[in-house]
């Protein structure tokens, strides 16, 4: 599975590192894809490599998970919504065979890519922030969106 974070603090603590670690616990290889430089209060690539090594204990687990097969990666992105055709070559080569793509966050996961069809599953998830994208989805600001496409 290949992860687009999005924000820094409690969404990347208490949200996409527990998903995380729950698809590891299943036997899932999990790629976070991060941006290389920031935007807005985006996590940025090294500020993730930095939070997980520090989750780490003694034993190299998160919470008491292997994450042999975890992987930290730049998306080579510098926007808070992404175009994936561009994304790093090595991220490009280590996604290759994903079976689920994960976009999270309203630049990532709606304004740019929710109708984007992928060779593998999908989920988009963001939460809907400006007037005129919850107008255009014939909803209200806050709302949160969840769409999952099968490949």
């Not at 820094?8 to 899932?28: H, M, N, W």
């Not at 490009?92 to 999270?104: C, F, K, R, T």
């Not at 999908?122 to 107008?135: D, L, R, T």
Request: glycine share 8%; net charge negative.
């Amino acid at each position: 599975a290949v992860i687009f974070v999005d924000n820094s603090g409690a969404d990347i603590i208490l949200g996409i590192l527990p998903f995380a670690r729950e698809l590891l616990r299943r036997g899932t290889k999990v790629i976070l894809a991060a941006n290389d430089m920031p935007s807005i209060n985006d996590i940025t690539y090294l500020e993730l490599v930095e939070i997980v090594n520090k989750l780490k204990d003694e034993n190299g687990k998160l919470a008491g998970v292997d994450v042999s097969d975890l992987i930290v990666a730049n998306s080579g992105n510098d926007l808070p919504v992404i175009d994936l055709s561009s994304v790093a070559p090595e991220l490009a080569y280590m996604a290759s065979d994903a079976d689920l793509v994960i976009l999270e966050g309203m630049g990532r996961g709606i304004e740019t890519n929710l109708y984007a069809q992928m060779k593998c599953d999908s989920i988009k998830i963001g939460m809907v922030k400006h007037p005129e994208v919850a107008q255009f989805l014939g909803g209200r600001l806050y709302d949160c969106v969840f769409k999952f496409n099968e490949a």
